[in-house]
T-cell receptor
Framework: NAGVMQNPRHLVRRRGQEARLRCSPM?????VYWYRQLPEEGLKFMVY????????ESGMPKERFSAEFPKEGPSILRIQQVVRGDSAAYFC????????????????FGAGSRLTVL | AQKVTQAQTEISVVEKEDVTLDCVYE???????LFWYKQPPSGELVFLIR??????QNEISGRYSWNFQKSTSSFNFTITASQVVDSAVYFC????????????FGQGTRLTINP
């Protein structure tokens, strides 16, 4: 029963290149979250997706960043024209939460993808 | 707005000592959840505990215990008889039920247990 799978674990890009980070949620989970962890900082929410829908992208930078979670396949976080400030660990989490005020499921996190921009 | 403060940036103790990690949160919502996650040197995030805002009972799990006090908006984490394997960064997080259920994390406390 694999957990949340992220790849690549480490990615090096030069300024101006594109970075694509992939996340396969846990089996049975249809909710995916992306968080960014800058060096020596806590995690910051970026985007929340369900299959084929972006539910909340209030934490996404307005430019160069996009995310998708297609009907088939993993969720993708795409960063175009990377800059040095994009260097960070990007964590994906998934849950089976079905909504409503009654509670919150635990988010299961992947091991993270560490992006280094040269 | 929600906020989580972990005032202790780094803590270093000798093995077998008890250590408490502080967490103070801010929210105007009455229904929320509090979490602790552990991030070992390998980098992944490991879930430790979830507590909802209506349950102020303290919880103990082996050498770990949690003290939730709504009166002071605190959710502190104590490790008893610490071990070297407890060395990690520990994050406290807040989730407000209303809305998209985004976790708000504190800055983390780096705990080093020395042999």
């Amino acid at each position: 029963n694999a957990g949340v799978m992220q790849n690549p674990r480490h990615l090096v890009r030069r300024r101006g290149q594109e970075a694509r980070l992939r996340c396969s949620p846990m089996k049975g989970h249809s909710h995916v979250y992306w968080y960014r962890q800058l060096p020596e900082e806590g995690l910051k929410f970026m985007v929340y997706l369900q299959k084929e829908n972006i539910i909340d992208e209030s934490g996404m930078p307005k430019e160069r960043f996009s995310a998708e979670f297609p009907k088939e396949g993993p969720s993708i976080l795409r960063i175009q024209q990377v800059v040095r400030g994009d260097s960070a660990a990007y964590f994906c989490a998934s849950s089976s939460w079905t909504g409503g005020p009654s509670g919150a499921n635990v988010l299961t996190f992947g091991a993270g993808s560490r992006l280094t921009v040269l | 707005a929600q906020k989580v403060t972990q005032a202790q940036t780094e803590i270093s103790v000798v093995e077998k000592e008890d250590v408490t990690l502080d967490c103070v949160y801010e929210t105007r919502d009455t229904t929320y959840y509090l979490f602790w996650y552990k991030q070992p040197p390998s980098g992944e995030l490991v879930f430790l505990i979830r507590r909802n805002s209506f349950d102020e009972q303290n919880e103990i799990s082996g050498r770990y215990s949690w003290n939730f006090q709504k009166s002071t908006s605190s959710f502190n984490f104590t490790i008893t008889a610490s071990q070297v394997v407890d060395s990690a960064v520990y994050f406290c997080a807040l989730l407000v039920v209303a809305g998209a259920q985004k976790l708000v994390f504190g800055q983390g406390t780096r705990l080093t247990i020395n042999p």
